[in-house]
């Protein structure tokens, strides 16, 4: 149930005020159904763990979302399948591995300390997965980077594709990272997987693709001139490639970044949004101390949404009026 605010005699319900067929439930049903396929195959490189990794991160976000409205006694809103969907990105953000009390952990900051706290749905500042992989990145990094080898590789830890370019290692095949046979996190295996249920979401109407396109488009084009630069073995193209299919930069485009209450409203600001998301990312990974920087890019952008909302329809309403008064 959406919150209100009476003001006189209007009342206003807080965001979307779109009204349209496709309510909250159904829009997160969808999302699900297009974190299916690389739910899939990370079940196939990881092993049954992801499962019962996955079910942990759900039930404990669904029933921290359920206990802080009974306890706050506000309307109880997880039929609208947001908890489970949060539940699910922040899984796909962990190791196979991970410690399922830490992830229960995430699960508490995401939901209660990003969500709830400032209002539920639709009022949350960022993105509450990505504050809760930052959080659990920050406090247990050692778990967080010890990444559990595919199903058929010898040993039973291993350094992710983006470990390897960083430290200078042998580099995975870009046939590997599209496919999805290589370490890393529970969803960012696979970029043919993330591909599809983009295509799905697009299709479906429930996410723009200027996000996605300009945000795996920056980091493209940013580590084709860098390594064109600096020159590499692999060449830059295969570098470029590399980038974007390495680490979360394919789950971050197409379902972190594009949440509708922590991205901008105007087609314009998503441009400057999903380019900045790039931008970052890239700025992360080359020049600090850190292999990937997806989720840091995105929480810092997140802080600039209501700026670049801001700049973006005051300038679209000034062209229009000024074009109207011509």
């Known amino acids: 149930m959406e919150n209100k605010v009476q003001l006189g005699t209007l009342s206003m ?7 349209t067929k496709l ?29 019962a990794l996955t079910a942990v991160c759900v039930i404990a976000s669904v029933f921290f979302e359920w206990a802080y409205e009974k306890l706050m006694k506000k309307p109880v809103t997880i039929a609208d399948f947001s908890a489970c969907v949060t539940g699910v990105i922040l899984a796909f ?85 599209f496919l999805g046979t290589t370490g890393g996190c529970l969803g960012e295996v696979s970029a043919l997987a993330l591909i599809i249920g983009g295509v799905f979401l697009i299709v479906k109407k429930i996410i723009d693709p200027i996000i996605p396109c300009s945000f795996i488009g920056t980091v493209f084009v940013f580590a084709l001139i860098y390594y064109g630069v600096k020159g590499s073995d692999a060449g830059a193209l295969h570098m470029a490639l590399y980038n974007i299919l390495a680490g979360g930069v ?70 229009l009026y000024g074009g109207a008064k011509k």
Not at 27 to 47: D, E, N, Q
Not at 255 to 277: E, H, R
């Open 250 to 319: 394919m789950l971050g485009a197409i379902f972190c970044a594009t949440d509708y209450v922590t991205s901008p409203i105007m087609n314009n600001g998503k441009l400057i949004f999903g380019i900045g998301c790039g931008l970052f990312t890239m700025l992360i990974r080359l020049f600090c101390n850190y292999p990937e920087g997806v989720s840091f890019s995105i929480l810092f952008m997140n802080l600039f949404v209501p700026l670049i909302d801001r700049t973006t329809m005051k300038r679209y309403y000034a062209s």
């Open 93 to 177: 953000n962990l190791p196979s591995g991970f410690p399922f009390w830490m992830a229960v952990i995430g699960c508490f900051v995401s939901i209660v300390i990003v969500k709830q706290l400032f209002g539920g749905i639709g009022k949350n500042f960022a993105n509450p997965a990505i504050v809760g992989r930052i959080v659990l990145m920050l406090s247990f990094t050692t778990q967080m980077t010890t990444w559990p080898v595919p199903r058929g590789v010898d040993g039973t830890t291993g350094a992710t594709p983006l470990n390897l370019m960083e430290n200078g290692g042998q580099l995975a095949s870009l046939k590997a990272l």
């Open 13 to 19: 319900n807080s965001s979307p005020h779109i009204v």
């Open 23 to 51: 309510d909250t439930a159904k829009t997160m049903k969808y999302v699900l159904l297009a974190l299916l396929p690389a739910f899939c195959v990370s079940i196939y490189v990881f092993g049954a763990r992801v499962i």
